[in-house]
């Protein structure tokens, strides 16, 4: 079955840009340039992912709104922040309010893509049992590279997909340290170091959350991060 | 001399045309008293030429016969008139056998007398025929003179005022010939009025003398003489008033003044002082002016300066969000032709064509480098205001830091010294290594080949002073104020450095040009921990020094 992917953006070009990539790679697309729009379609049928930009023509926070309203309806419902704005203070607005990842505009199709079919594999894995090859076990720790998700002490620590990879890139060699721009690699994204720092920082606060004495992270500064157990 | 300078000072010197009033006064006495002279001489004359009637009148009482007596009495007798009358007023001078009273003239001349003055009658002969009046009585008139003049300030003023006019004649000598010349001058028929001093030079004495006619001849002369006496009081008395008069209007105005000035100076110093601190020694607004509601000049001025820095700071502000704003709107067509070209690469191209396709994407690619670069600044703050300060080992940071680099740059030469052992700073570690990376990055650009890096953490009071210094070309006269403000960058523009740079494959910062953003970034990390960074060259002028000032114990 062909997935259905809406496009929320603004700006014509990117969005006929997207919409082709998106139609290359096979998905089927729904494009929309304004949130009261897409709000009116995708309120009686849910597509299978949907692709938001934040500043929507008048509206600067028009992409955070409708993204909490498709929250609303779904729980499941794959989303993807793409934007202009790259500050931390939107990074974290998005992905608290529901978005699944943020990427920025700087991101490349192919990355984009790549993202995309990522969210979709983790989603549709959900219903399929774990293959014992794809799951990675460090000490308490343990990555589904199929689903995507991680558990530490058994208890399931949401990361979004940007934080699984990094996660995956640090314990894939335990004790070794990852430096920013090996860190950025594995994680396929283009950002700044601060935005390297506060994605670390958030990973460490979701970990705590599920366990208060958790420090397998360990910052090396100048050099980069090591997981520890 | 500074004081003088000062506005204080200024005012003080502008209340010394106060001291113009006594001036005028003393002039405007001076000018009285020559009035009151004139007038009283006039009297005198008057006085004396009525008396020299009365006596004209009676040629009998001047005895003919007994002027024809031997020339050396008569000499004698005029040395000894010309003593008498020239004599001080208090002393016992008697006349002798010059004077020989006829009893007529005598009655007369009390009845013509004037309380005030002595008036004497010569006949021809040079004899004293009449005596009356003496002028010791004229000495107290008031009966306050001795009063006044045991207060200091009338002594003084007696001591300031005694030669009110030139015309006395001073020398004893030279008043007793006087005499004599007035008494010779009115035996020839010619009348004077002469000012004179008193022997002991105390009072100054008016006298005129008139010939005395019998007929066609002259019998003798009539002196009247006055001491200026109540005119030399009332003027006293004027200038003591004046001074006291003057001396308060003087203190009065003088206290007045230095309050008023005491008062702007001070409401200027507070104006300038809070100007100064408005604006740090970069240039760059730290708060505003509490604009002042005094409805002066001062208080607009106040207001103006107040609504300046507020302007200025607006400004400054614009600037610095100028350029998160222009990465912002960027951003969306570089996407746009980003995606264009990912797409284009999606269809196959010939093999020419895709070589353009790659070039565009390898711009588009520096471009948006460069464009998160702009906002790297605006991100900065707003990570640093959401930051929680913990307590850290910066020379750990730095040793970890100073690691990194030898491992990414192998070709260079890093040299680290600590020499703040165990001093720990409260903040945020990740902020202070990207300080140092900022740092570090500048002197790779400016470092001459083969030539250490040395990077040095030092305690200096209560802030800790991480340097970074290099062997190169030393900094521009006069940039070392601006060279930490947002966009500013000094580099030689051009391809050799350019390309030179490129070799350090890897490092954005150097590949892909400068934007001044650098070492704002050092600067807003350095206030964030409580210090300023600082830029000079270096002490041996082979190169430049870059530092961090970082307080150990943050304010707050």
């Known amino acids: 079955m062909t997935k259905r992917v809406a496009l929320v953006e603004d700006d014509s070009a990117i969005r006929d840009n997207i919409s082709d990539a998106l139609k290359k790679y096979g998905y089927e697309v729904q494009p929309f340039a304004s949130r009261p729009e897409a709000m009116a379609v995708l309120k009686t049928r849910l597509p ?20 909490r309203d498709l929250r609303a309806l779904s729980d499941q419902l794959p989303i993807i922040i793409l934007s202009a704005r790259d500050s931390d203070f ?18 490349s199709l192919p990355h984009l893509m790549a993202r995309i079919a990522a969210l979709f594999r983790r989603v549709d894995a959900f219903g399929e049992a774990p293959r014992n090859e794809e799951i990675v076990d460090r000490g308490e720790l343990r990555l589904d590279l199929n689903r995507l998700t991680a558990t530490w002490k058994g208890e399931p620590v949401v990361l979004t997909v940007t934080e699984f990879w990094m996660v995956h890139a640090l314990v894939k060699f335990v004790g070794h340290v990852k430096n920013r721009d090996q860190l950025m690699g594995e994680a396929e994204m283009v950002v700044d170091d601060s935005t390297i720092t506060s994605h670390m920082k958030r990973i460490r606060k979701k970990f705590i959350a599920v366990d208060p004495a958790f420090d397998a992270i360990e910052t090396v500064y100048g050099m980069g991060y090591r997981w520890i157990v | 001399m500074k004081f003088l300078l000062s506005i204080r000072g200024k005012l003080l ?11 005028v006064g003393y002039r405007f006495v001076t000018h009285m008293e020559v009035f009151l002279r004139e007038s009283q001489e006039q009297a005198l004359v008057s006085a004396t030429r009525a008396i020299a009637a009365t006596l004209s009148e009676r040629p009998g009482l001047f005895d003919r016969r007994e002027a024809t007596a031997d020339e050396a009495a008569e000499l004698e007798r005029r040395q000894i008139v010309a003593l008498f009358g020239s004599s001080d007023p208090e002393a016992v001078a008697t006349l002798g056998g010059a004077y020989q009273p006829s009893p007529d003239i005598e009655r007369i001349l009390e009845l013509l007398g004037r309380s005030a003055s002595r008036i004497w009658v010569v006949d021809a002969a040079s004899r004293v025929r009449g005596l009356s009046g003496s002028l010791k009585r004229a000495q107290s008139p008031a009966g306050t003179t001795d009063a006044d003049s045991s207060r200091p300030l009338s002594r003084a003023l007696v001591r300031l005022f005694r030669l009110p006019s030139g015309d006395a004649k001073d020398d004893p000598e030279q008043g007793k010939r006087a005499v004599m010349a007035q008494v010779d001058r009115a035996l020839i028929g010619s009348p004077s009025a002469i000012w004179r001093y008193t022997r002991d030079r ?16 002259i019998v003798g002369a009539v002196v009247v003489e006055e ?3 109540a005119i030399q009081l009332l003027k006293l008395e004027a200038l003591e008033n004046l001074l006291t008069i003057t001396l308060i209007v003087f203190v009065a105005g003088f206290v007045t003044l230095i309050l008023f000035a005491w008062r702007l100076a001070a409401r200027v110093r507070k104006l300038g002082r809070a100007a100064d601190a408005a604006i740090d020694a970069q240039g760059r607004i730290r708060g505003e002016l509490e604009p002042s509601d005094a409805d002066d000049e001062l208080g607009e001025l106040s207001r103006n300066l107040a609504a300046t820095v507020r302007r200025l700071k607006d400004y400054n502000q614009h600037l610095e969000s100028l350029s998160a704003r222009l990465s912002h709107e960027l951003r969306t067509p570089v996407a746009v032709v ?18 353009y396709i790659e070039r565009a994407d390898t711009g588009v690619k520096r471009l948006s480098t460069l464009i998160s670069r702009l906002s790297e600044a605006t991100q900065l703050e707003r990570f640093l205001q959401g930051a929680e300060r913990e307590t850290f080992d910066p020379g750990e940071v730095i040793a970890g830091c100073v690691a990194g680099y030898r491992a990414t740059f192998p070709s260079r030469i890093f040299a ?13 570690p990740d902020a202070i290594a990207q300080l140092l990376d900022k740092l570090v990055a500048n002197a790779i650009d400016f470092q001459l080949p083969e030539t250490p890096i040395d990077i040095r953490l030092a305690r200096a009071g209560r802030y800790l002073v991480l340097s970074v210094s ?5 900094l521009p006269e006069g940039s070392a104020a601006t060279l930490f403000s947002s966009m500013v960058s000094l580099r030689p523009q051009g391809p050799a450095r350019v390309g030179e740079h490129a070799a350090d494959a890897g490092q954005g910062d150097t590949a892909v040009g400068h934007l001044g953003m650098g070492l704002y970034i050092v600067r807003l990390i350095a206030e964030f921990h409580g210090g300023f960074p600082e830029a000079a060259n270096r002490a041996d002028g082979r190169g430049v020094e870059m530092r961090a000032w970082l307080a150990i114990t943050p304010a707050g």
């Open chain 2, 470 to 474: 290099n062997q190169g070309p030393p």
């Open chain 2, 338 to 355: 980003r995606s264009s070209l990912d797409n284009l690469k999606l269809h196959p191209v010939a093999p020419e064509t895709a070589v």
């Open chain 2, 416 to 428: 680290f010294e600590n020499a703040a052992e165990g001093v720990t700073l409260q903040g945020v």
């Open chain 1, 48 to 67: 299978d992912m949907a692709i938001i930009d934040i500043g929507l023509g008048a509206e600067m926070d028009g992409g955070f709104t409708l993204c």
């Open chain 2, 227 to 229: 001491t200026t006496g």
């Open chain 2, 13 to 23: 010197l502008v209340s010394l045309v106060l001291l113009a009033i006594p001036v």
């Open chain 2, 202 to 217: 105390q009072g100054v004495v008016l006298s005129a003398a008139q010939p005395v006619w019998s007929g066609e001849n």
């Open chain 1, 90 to 107: 939107d990074i974290v607005s998005g992905l608290r309010l529901g978005a699944d990842d943020y990427l920025t505009k700087d991101t």
